[in-house]
């Protein structure tokens, strides 16, 4: 394949409307803004609205399944996240938006040309995103492309038929990291509902106090709260599962008393995180360099911590032997620890998987529970939870330019604590919840590799798409 073409003969780019400040609304049609174009796919996870009337005078910019969008404002490539020229396709599953000034949207020039998709994936490649970002203009800070610069990218000469191949290909393997993404969304769900009804709501205890008010059985009220059965349908089940049930029903007492958090079930206490782990910060303030060639010795930056609990190693920072015995003088992660963010982005949480060690880089502290609490699953749950984070903002020092969690507030942050064998029932329902979840990061983290590797290699030509069944 030669490069004589560029995406401007196939493609032309159009650009996001000029909405204005005063158009943005809480609810109605979301408005796909620059931060809302991620690495690959769109982010609703913080977004504005506009309502009807705006839409239907700006109705050509509705966005389509299948639409690529590329943000067209960022920054330079040291910050990846907001990097300039990151581009997105639109999901099936996305919800129906409008393009934002800034945000262009690829729009074919001829049907059958080339297939779209292939575009993306051209987009998507090291040497694209290089290219922007070396043909930006503006400041590292803020840097822009134009819908010329874009156009003006080279594309390798394809046929149509190929450019379908390819895009299948690759698209197989994007399917597969999103379906396992929405598996991992779906289960964490599941956790985080559990934790809320059993220690922020206190479902299990309030079903008992309202039975035993009505004249019913309390124990049975409970074991319909925490299964989600009805009475009748308890019959159903083994007697396994009954025996289980009732079990952790009987943990549930059917009084609350007061506590400094308001009312929780009596016998129970009112704990902070450092009564169960101990928290060690990072102490150092600059950076060590990247190593010249991968090693086996990671540092964890901000971008490796998700905000669903999980470790990312995707992108890995390497470095040496020698700075790794110095960021480790304090202490090395591994396996059940968790880190948290304390600068910046507040809050956010990780643990460490099976096999993973690490050093921890700036802006983050370890959480280690103490040896008479292997409870690792009950710990992250906690920590990345909506109670937890309003408790976290509680502590969290507002400041001009970055918001700032002090070391020392962290184990002094409060939660419900039911006893032991409460925090044991819970970790055996939820740890296999967390490892398959863990599971489905690692092979992501192994697709995108392949996937990666396999991207230069097809749009190239390298590859002999005849062998391809």
Known sequence: MSADLTIGYFAKVQGGFAYKSKDFKEAGTPVIK?????????????????????????????????????SMTGSGPSQPASVVGRVAKVSKNDPLAVINQRVGRLVLREKGSIDLRYLYYLLSTKNAKDYLVYNSTGSANQANISGKTIESLPVPKVSYSASITIADILE???????????????????????????????????AKIVAKHNGRDPQRAAMCAISGKTDAELDQLSPNQHKQLAATAGLFPDELEESELGLIPRGWGVFNIGTIADIIDCLHSKKPKAAKDKTDRILLQLNNIGNDGLLYLDDTFFISEEDYKKWISRIEVSDGDCVITNVGRVGDVAIIPKGVRAAIGRNMTAVRLKDKFPCAAFLITLLSSKYMRREIEYRTDIGTILNALNVKSIPKLRFVYGGNRMIETFENMVSPILKQRQQNVIQNVSLSQIRDTLLPKLLSGEIDLSQVA
């Not at 393997?173 to 922020?200: C, G, H, P, Y």
């Open 34 to 70: 620059i931060k809302n174009v991620g690495q690959g796919r769109l982010l609703f996870d913080d977004y504005s609205c506009v309502n009807d009337e705006l839409v239907n005078a700006t109705k050509d910019f509705l966005t389509r399944p299948g639409d690529v969008l590329i």
């Open 172 to 206: 197989a393997m994007d399917d597969k990291i999103e379906l396992n993404r929405q598996i991992n969304q779906t289960l964490e769900q599941i956790a985080q509902a559990i934790f809320k009804s059993w220690f922020v709501d206190f479902d299990p205890a309030k």
